[in-house]
């Protein structure tokens, strides 16, 4: 068969959701965009939509996604509800993005090192010996 038949798959067998887990749920712009303002603290609908430049409907359908993959916590204030961040919930993308963290370090200190090891060759080589004038300096001449 070199078309897949529609028929084939069983609706029984539906993929996942791709909001059911904490990574796919900040795969989204405007969910990272949500998390991101909500760092400053707790906020209301209103105030993220408000703060967003999006309709009051597409912000709760994003907290809710989120709030379903524990990233975001809300609470009642009177009659207003607020949404802030969930430390827990953010930990197992945390503890992800750390164990690479060591790993680009070393890149960078590597790319440090061979900028360095360029600048100063390239110094030697216009006779300066030290290299690019840095900010504030003038070349030499």
Partial sequence: MTHAYI???SPAMARAPTTSDAFNAVA???RRAILDALAGGELSVGELAESLRVAQPVVSKHLRVLRDVN???RRDDGRRRLYGL????LRPIHDWVRRYEQSWSMAFDRMEMVLQRL???EGCQDGTGGGTAGPGHAPPG
Avoid at 86 to 89: E, K, L, Q, S, V
């Fill in 71 to 73: 990233l975001v916590a």
């Fill in 119 to 121: 600048d100063s060759e």
């Fill in 28 to 30: 989204e712009p405007r």
């Fill in 86 to 89: 969930n430390g827990a919930g």
């Fill in 7 to 9: 028929g084939m798959y």
